[in-house]
Nanobody, 116 residues
Framework: QVRLQESGGGLVQAGTSLRLSCEGS????????MAWYRQAPGKQRELVAT???????NYADSVKGRFTISRDNGKNKLYLQMNSLKPEDTAVYYC??????????WGQGTQVTVSS
């Protein structure tokens, strides 16, 4: 069964860092393009970062230079390193992955709250 499970969210102060993880099963190798999205209260879900292949990444302008997306297929993990966090980064963060010829999958989300 294809599944994505996020972890690593929490309550942090502005200016600090947090790393989110997303474990893919049965294997992260199954997923081609992967991404992190977020949804703040009362707002639409927005794309934060994408990774296709081992090194091709893209970021939303609002997180460029602060967030880094990466994947470790050996550990079946997708990561989002978030530095210099701001209160406006507060949202539920979702992991997303596409399995070729099978579909698009979402995790259940992890809450990130940044206090000022």
């Amino acid at each position: 069964q294809v599944r994505l499970q996020e972890s690593g969210g929490g309550l942090v102060q502005a200016g600090t860092s947090l790393r989110l993880s997303c474990e893919g099963s049965p294997s992260l190798v199954s997923f081609a393009a992967m991404a992190w999205y977020r949804q703040a209260p009362g707002k639409q879900r927005e794309l934060v970062a994408t990774i296709t292949g081992p090194l091709r990444t893209n970021y939303a302008d609002s997180v460029k230079g602060r967030f880094t997306i990466s994947r470790d297929n050996g550990k079946n993990k997708l990561y989002l390193q978030m530095n210099s966090l701001k209160p406006e980064d507060t949202a539920v963060y979702y992991c997303n992955g596409e399995v070729p010829f099978a579909g698009n999958y979402w995790g259940q989300g992890t809450q990130v709250t940044v206090s000022s």
